[in-house]
């Protein structure tokens, strides 16, 4: 009797602890909060991708409150939000100890690791500003995990496919004319080195007519140098007889003055008139008379 009872006892204790364990599991998965929530805060989302009820919300990185429901928006509430991509409201419940936050703070998903469960981040804001109120709806920012990157990169992956195959076609095109044009490479070679042995004789031949076009100017120049002093000694003969001649026809004519009054002076001989020194004559731009007045 005494072992029935003992067995009855165990199986009782058994099954009250099992109801204690499921009543806290149900509690904690369905976010069943004993306290009355006071604080909320609700956030529009595009997408809440690995949130669910009762996901952590931390503010400044510290704990801050748990998310109490979730629900998708209707046509008619997306139209009428600023930002139209968004499909989901997430109401998030806050403790009492947290301060009242500026309306500058950002509420984003992000979690510890690439493993670990994600949870909504409010950032700190800017202090000494307006304050949300309570049950206040903001904007919230998407999470920016693996699935988005490589989401992301699924465009570049495809662009960069289609960049391999122009690369292969461009590379076919480019050993297909080398194909052919390996086989003229020898004939231009040749045609090169034609072409360069033409230009090496021109460069002999230009030198050469370089050293001849130098010996024949510098014997023209010595012939205008030679030419230059028989003329200048010339030049200067003939000034010597300019001179002459000026002081000649100056005397020739007080001669022919002196026939043309008086014929007789040639006969018969006065006395003669002084007549003006050929030091003057010389230096005079002018005609000047033969006799001094």
């Known amino acids: 009797m005494k072992r029935n009872l003992s067995d009855y006892f165990v199986a009782l204790f058994v099954i009250a602890c099992s109801i204690v364990l499921l009543a806290a599991l149900t509690f904690a998965l369905s976010g069943y909060r004993l306290k009355k929530v006071t604080r909320t805060l609700q956030i529009n989302y595009e997408d809440v991708t690995g949130i669910k009820v009762n996901s952590e919300v931390r503010y400044a990185g510290a704990p801050a409150g748990r998310v109490i429901s979730m629900r998708h928006l209707t046509a008619k509430e997306r139209e009428a939000l600023p930002n139209k991509r968004d499909a989901v409201l997430v109401t998030v419940s806050l403790d009492e100890k947290i301060p009242p936050m500026p309306t500058d703070v950002t509420a984003t998903l ?94 002999t031949n230009v030198d050469k007519l370089s050293k001849g076009a130098d010996a024949v100017l510098g014997t023209a120049d010595r012939f205008i140098s030679g030419t230059d002093k028989q003329l200048q000694e010339q030049l200067r003969q003939l000034h010597v007889t300019l001179l002459n001649l000026k002081v000649v026809t100056t005397y020739a004519k007080a001669l022919l003055e002196s026939l043309a009054q008086k014929p007789n002076r040639i006969i018969f001989s006065g006395k003669p008139a002084p007549l003006t020194p050929e030091s003057e004559i010389l230096k005079s731009s002018k005609p000047m008379p033969a006799k001094k007045p």
Not at 129 to 140: C, F, H, K, Y
Not at 185 to 199: E, R, T
């Open 110 to 203: 992000s979690s510890d690791t690439l493993l670990s469960p994600k949870f909504v981040a409010l950032s700190a804001g800017t202090p000494g500003g307006e304050t949300l109120v309570n049950n206040a709806v903001i904007e919230g920012h998407p999470a920016y995990g693996i699935e988005q990157l490589t989401a992301a990169a699924g465009p570049l992956l495809d662009n960069a496919n289609k960049l391999l195959n122009d690369t292969n076609v461009l590379v076919a095109g480019l050993k297909k004319d080398l194909d052919q044009f390996t086989p003229k490479l020898g004939p231009l070679a040749d045609s090169m080195q034609l072409d360069a042995d033409n230009l090496q004789n021109l460069i």
